[in-house]
């Protein structure tokens, strides 16, 4: 596995609230510039790992590090986009970009990063709105501009927690194309986690995907995602491999419930 400055290394990581053990032995990696999914049932720590990772909370045991550097607290490096993304509600959207292009180029002027702000949301198809606050917009067009203000910060590492989950199907579609196209068009590309529950989702996205099981959280396997990019639904959902593995992913997630209810 790659060491690059932006690659990720979780290790032997435990985490509990009170006495409950919430994760357990985490071992997870993650290459620069990859894309990898964490993909598992509700209630299976993805959350609080991806909350780790952000250094929003703190490991039981265990050691987590970015570029080979030990994590400490949240910090500009790592952007963070939840399911319901709180964009400041009394800032208009533009300037809810505006601040985070702040952050990542304090010299700038305001005017200058008005003007950035305007290019960023244009990326997102939120070129129109930028003089409009978050609750005139619908929610998949909240969404997008919290993208756009995540994409701002210019961080190497993006971290993302069920960011479609929220949308109708259509809106889902377009964020997840709109995310996989931002993620190529960038170099270097970004190093992105995301946290899904959905398998069609992961297998879209993703260039691995972590399968999480629950009681304790912990990782039960990895798969490589093979399917050439760009990747197009309607070709990969025709694809017999994509198929199988879809197949083999549930599988895994089904046996896991199993064994836990088995020996509950
Ligand atoms: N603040 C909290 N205090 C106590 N338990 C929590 C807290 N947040 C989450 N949990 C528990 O931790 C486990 C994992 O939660 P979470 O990371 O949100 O899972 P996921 O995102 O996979 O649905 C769940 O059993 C949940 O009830
Ligand atoms: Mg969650």
Redesign the pocket.
């Known amino acids: 596995m790659s060491q690059g400055r932006h690659s990720l290394l979780v290790e032997s990581l435990d985490f509990a609230?009170g006495g409950s053990a919430?994760l357990q032995g985490i071992d997870l990696a993650v290459a620069e510039g990859e894309f990898l999914a964490l993909l598992?049932p509700?209630?299976?720590?993805?959350?609080?790992l991806l909350r780790l990772i952000a250094g929003l909370e703190q490991p039981l045991a265990g050691r987590l590090a970015a570029g080979g550097k030990p994590l400490a607290g949240p910090g500009p490096d790592r952007a963070v986009v939840f399911q319901h993304y709180a964009l400041f509600p009394w800032m208009t959207v533009g300037d809810n970009v505006a601040e985070a292009i702040a952050k990542a180029h304090p010299t700038l002027s305001r005017k200058e990063r008005r003007t950035l702000a305007r290019e960023h949301l244009a990326r997102v198809g939120l070129g129109e709105v930028a003089g409009q606050h978050p609750f005139e917009l619908s929610g998949g067009m909240q969404q997008r501009a919290a993208i756009a203000r995540a994409l701002a910060l210019e961080s190497p590492f993006l971290l993302m927690d069920e960011p479609f989950g929220a949308l109708d199907p259509v809106n889902r579609a377009r964020l997840q194309d709109l995310l996989v196209d931002v993620w190529q068009g960038s170099t270097p590309r970004r190093t992105v986690v995301f946290v899904t529950h959905d398998v069609d989702e992961a297998l879209l996205l993703a260039d691995r995907v972590a399968v999480m099981g629950a009681n304790p959280?912990r990782i039960i396997r990895e798969y490589a995602v093979p399917f050439e990019r760009p990747r197009k639904r309607t070709a990969l959902f025709k694809d017999g491999a994509f198929h199988q593995l879809r197949e083999e992913i549930a599988e895994a997630l089904d046996a896991d419930t199993l064994a836990h209810l088995e020996a509950a």
């Open positions: 609230y919430i598992g509700s209630g299976s720590g993805k959350s609080t959280g």
